[in-house]
């Protein structure tokens, strides 16, 4: 936070940093993240399932999956452009744009993501609904642009990847936040992208054939099993790093979030790698969609807690 005095003699304009106090970034950047996370996730893991198996044993993917996306990406719109102190200003970035900022760049790749998801969307659920297609009040146009779906999603599955993972870019490059390293945090993004992604996947699939249903568990089991292993590295070997130790010292024994943390470690890692693991074996929907939802709700916590901690160090 900057504080300005104007020296009325030379209109000179004396500037003096504080520290912030504070969380400056909370729920919403929160809620931003995972909201990014499910919409670029179900995209990545759709893909991986319609390279693997038949659009006819993917009952609705074409139409469930963008949706999904499309619901979730203005989650994530949304709740960036509330969190700015001046709203309006978003505009420049189109208007105006500076190519050397991640968030400039972040807001067109994410802007012409969505608009893709839209267009596929309602292609996807055009093609699903013939009853309502024939009703098109543009029926002829409905399937001229029908073709578009699949010319444009290679592009769109191209795209979801540094989307998911720009937001990384933007932590790293905050000052004083030793905790939030690049190469890390990218993997983690795109870990959880994978992790919810299939979760969400998971909720829907119930007319899936078996076979997808197993990808869609391994999926999950894999994501989970990686990220819980970069957080465990994380809380036990952050000795290397004096600010990430002190950082870490809200979750090691007893913190203020260590309740949260270890909360998120089960109900987002630990309980679905198990459910996945079992379900590659057996096929159990109840099972399976619990370990989705859990999955959904730690991933909440986990990147609560990640966001949280690094800001309660003051940085003067």
Same mark, same amino acid.
């Given at each position: 936070m900057e504080h300005s005095t104007v020296i009325e003699a030379t209109k000179a304009v004396v500037t003096l940093d504080v520290a912030l106090p504070g969380i400056i970034w909370g729920w919403m950047i929160t809620l931003n993240m995972w909201a990014k996370s499910i919409g670029t996730g179900v995209i990545l893991v759709g893909a991986f399932l319609l390279y693997r198996h038949k659009r006819e044993s993917l009952s609705g993917i074409r139409w469930k999956m963008p949706l999904i996306s499309f619901i979730f990406l203005n989650i994530f719109l949304a709740f960036t452009l509330l969190d700015l102190h001046q709203p309006l200003r978003m505009v420049n970035i189109f208007l105006h744009p500076n190519w050397t900022s991640a968030i400039t760049v972040g807001a067109w790749m994410a802007s012409l993501f969505t608009g893709l998801i839209t267009i596929m969307a309602l292609i996807g659920f055009l093609d699903a609904h013939p009853d309502i297609r024939r009703h098109c009040?543009?029926?002829? =146009?409905?399937?001229?642009?029908?073709?578009?779906?699949?010319?444009?999603?290679?592009?769109?599955?191209?795209?979801?990847?540094?989307?998911?993972?720009?937001?990384?870019?933007? =932590?790293? +490059?905050? /000052?004083?936040?030793?905790?939030? @390293?690049?190469?890390? %945090?990218? $993997? @983690?993004?795109?870990?959880?992208? $994978?992790?919810?992604?299939?979760?969400?996947?998971?909720?829907? /699939?119930?007319?899936?054939?078996? %076979?997808?249903?197993?990808? $869609?568990?391994?999926? $999950?089991?894999?994501?989970?099993?990686?990220?819980?292993? =970069?957080?465990?590295?994380?809380?036990?070997?952050?000795?290397?790093?004096? +600010?990430?130790?002190?950082?870490?010292? #809200?979750?090691?024994?007893?913190? +203020? #979030?260590?309740? +949260?943390?270890?909360?998120?470690?089960?109900l987002g890692y630990i309980i679905p790698f198990f459910i996945a693991i079992s379900n590659l074996k057996e096929d159990n929907r109840t099972l399976i969609r619990f370990g989705a939802l859990t999955a959904l709700i730690g991933l909440y916590l986990a990147k609560d807690v990640w966001l949280k901690i690094p800001q309660m160090l003051p940085l003067s």
């Open positions: 009040p543009l029926a002829n =146009m409905c399937r001229k642009i029908s073709p578009f779906y699949e010319m444009v999603f290679p592009f769109v599955v191209f795209l979801a990847i540094p989307v998911t993972l720009y937001t990384a870019v933007i =932590m790293a +490059e905050s /000052s004083a936040r030793e905790l939030w @390293q690049a190469p890390t %945090e990218l $993997l @983690q993004m795109l870990l959880a992208a $994978l992790m919810v992604g299939s979760a969400s996947l998971i909720l829907i /699939s119930d007319n899936w054939s078996r %076979e997808a249903k197993r990808d $869609l568990a391994l999926v $999950l089991a894999i994501s989970v099993f990686f990220s819980f292993l =970069m957080y465990m590295g994380e809380y036990f070997f952050s000795f290397k790093s004096a +600010e990430a130790e002190a950082t870490l010292a #809200y979750i090691h024994s007893g913190g +203020e #979030y260590n309740v +949260e943390f270890w909360s998120a470690m089960a």
